[in-house]
């Protein structure tokens, strides 16, 4: 079976504070992605890391994706209560980046205090 | 361009019925998958559809059917539906850049069996 553990699971914190999340897995990935999802609503595209070692960056959020594309983590700088969502990350295992089929892990609730 | 659509939003059902969503997907986008996201498992992916074909498949039981129209348009079918089958049923479609399919979700249909 296939897969991939996020953590944490949960997360309170402080506007302002920085945080990290994390997303592994023991197969190595061709593609991941990461998304946030509001309540009521599906999951949005935030971004896609293809290659190992690869840094995006979106305004605030720093995406990375481990050398082995085994892993990725999500960093967050100086979060604000407009961050407070579900965040998902999914992979494509080889054979599969170019098609519909995700792995996702279980999601972290972040939710920013003002 | 317009954003995926899902049909109905908000279901009811008992145990025993059966039930059809329908997915309608952004303009151009020939693959369809579905997911489907509870509290416990997350979001798990059920299917993904690609002209008219089921190219890829979960592991969920054969009560849980798909079928894709020529216009892109997919529906979703659970037969005998059980109290575990209640959860939010996600559709997304999928646009393929860089070799990578980057996938936008529907806002989900909510399943309640009762």
């Known amino acids: 079976t296939q897969l991939l553990e996020q953590s944490p699971q949960f997360l309170s914190i402080q506007e302002g504070e920085n945080l990290t999340v994390y997303c592994n897995s023991s197969?190595?990935?061709?593609?991941l992605q990461w998304y946030r999802q509001e309540p009521g609503e599906g999951p949005v595209l935030l971004v896609t890391v293809v290659t190992g070692g690869e840094v995006k960056k979106l305004k605030r959020l720093t995406f990375q994706f481990g050398d082995a594309r085994k892993d990725s983590s999500l960093h967050i700088t100086a979060a604000q209560p407009g961050d407070t969502g579900l965040y998902l990350c999914a992979g494509a295992y080889s054979g599969s980046s170019n098609t519909g089929k995700l792995i996702f892990g279980q999601g972290t609730t972040l939710q920013v205090k003002p | 361009k317009a954003g995926v659509t899902q049909t109905p939003r908000y279901l009811i059902k008992t145990r025993g019925q059966q039930v059809t969503l329908s997915c309608s997907p952004i303009s151009g986008h020939r693959s369809v998958s579905w997911y489907q996201q509870t509290p416990g498992q997350g979001l798990q992916f059920l299917f993904e559809y690609f002209s008219e074909t089921q190219r890829n498949k979960g592991n969920f039981p054969g009560r849980f059917s798909g079928r894709q129209f020529s216009n892109s348009r997919s529906e979703m079918n659970v037969s005998t539906l059980e109290l575990g089958d209640s959860a939010l049923y996600l559709c997304?479609?999928?646009?393929?850049?860089?070799?990578?399919?980057?996938?936008?979700f529907g806002p989900g249909t909510r399943l309640t069996v009762l």
């Open positions: 197969s190595v990935f061709s593609s």
């Open positions: 997304a479609s999928s646009f393929i850049s860089g070799g990578v399919a980057e996938q936008f």
